[in-house]
């Protein structure tokens, strides 16, 4: 694994460096519970996968989320004038669920700048960094590969469930900044899960070995992520996604809700879509860390997640006909 975070990831690390869990997801949650104080503040995405929000709150942590803008990159100075005294995480996700964004090597510097500046650990969330149709993927530990070790304040994590589509063998990994933030996650994996299930470390083995796989996989993606264009024609979609498996539809000129809408597409076309609302939820949490309330982004009363990972003939055929149901409706 370090081999390849090297290689892939010009992320030059070790092996004593490198955790296998069993998915990303245990990943993140293991994350987190060993760099939280409960009641330190994380920073979330703007849009964000809602299993991050609840990954926070079962840490301890207070989540708060950091504004994207119209291309949906972090908003630098508005994420600036977020740092307070309790808040010690940053998450970034990139490529994103839910909304397709891949960010640029100068945003990711702009992240680390103000992570250093305000001594913030990032969480790295890279599972989709297979998946990227415009751009490239940059891994955030290579921009402070120049730092010693423990200077270095990058957790990333990674998935064999997308790249590999494994993802019913659950196991993913996380790189750590150096031996004494690895020291802190392995107590929380010897208290939690001991290890990965060392059969399927050895599938992941086997996966690695097939590296042309992953390639052929990311092709089938593209060419279903190409086939959203009617999206775009229909004024739901401002561009193609540049990465990951999903894209965010505004359908708020159609005179519907989203919730609505998502509806009726599963009533009549019998298409799946996700309403925005659960990828922007804000939730209001007490000093004890009891959440109060929780609203969601207003905006994503008109916005809906589509998953384009599907068999690229189902994926054409669904965007076809979620364009002409929008002409209907306007
Ligand atoms: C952003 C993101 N991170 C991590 C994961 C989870 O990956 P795994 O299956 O390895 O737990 C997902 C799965 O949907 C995801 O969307």
Redesign the pocket.
Known sequence: MSAKLRKRNRHDTNPGLVFVTP????G?FAVMQSVANPGDEILLPGYH?P?HLQQSLLAGLRPRCYPLDARRRPDLEALDRMAGDRTRVLLV?TPS?PTGAVYEREVLDGLLALAQRHDWTIIS?E??EDFVFAGEHVSMAELEGDLPAEQRRVFT?F???KSFAM?GY???YVAVPDAARGATLQVVEEASILSSPTPVQYAGLAALDAMDDVAINRELVRTARNSLAPLVSAGLLDRLPEGGWFALLDVGALGVGAEEFAAGLLDSEAIAVAPARGFALRPEVDATGTVRSVDADPATARQLRVAFCGLPASVERAARRIAECASALR
């Open positions: 998915g990303a997801s245990q993140l996968w299993i996700n669920n969330d599972a989709y994590v998935s064999y469930s993802t659950r196991l993913g």
